[in-house]
């Protein structure tokens, strides 16, 4: 069992950073995967970003080159860096963790809203 809390959520104006937290409730050193996805209302939830146990990191397209995922296992945290927002990156952002025997762990999300 993995518990993950978000952080780091708010409304920012467009252009602006936002930087987001995910703390899990134990080591994620042999976590196979993490990852950010991010649901808008009236849309479903996307990928945003993965990181796997190596270091390997995936994006979606709409936003290679604007946030950044990382992975601090010393401290059980992944991080989502978020530059140049955009209002349609507007939504609620999750946390994902896939442990060795395939199990999905979600956290219970935080709110990012991006003005124009």
């Known amino acids: 069992q993995v518990q993950l809390v978000e952080s780091g959520g708010g409304l920012v104006q467009a252009g602006g950073s936002l930087r987001l937290s995910c703390v899990a409730s134990r080591s994620i050193f042999s976590i196979n995967a993490m990852g950010w996805y991010r649901q808008a209302p009236g849309k479903q939830r996307e990928l945003v970003a993965t990181i796997r146990s190596g270091g390997s990191t995936n994006s979606a397209d709409s936003v290679k080159g604007r946030f950044t995922i990382s992975r601090d296992n010393a401290k059980n945290t992944v991080y989502l860096q978020m530059t140049s927002l955009k209002p349609e990156d507007t939504a609620v952002y999750y946390c994902?963790?896939?442990?060795?025997?395939?199990?999905?762990?979600w956290g219970q999300g935080t709110q990012v809203t991006v003005s124009s």
């Open positions: 994902n963790a896939e442990d060795a025997l395939g199990y999905n762990y």
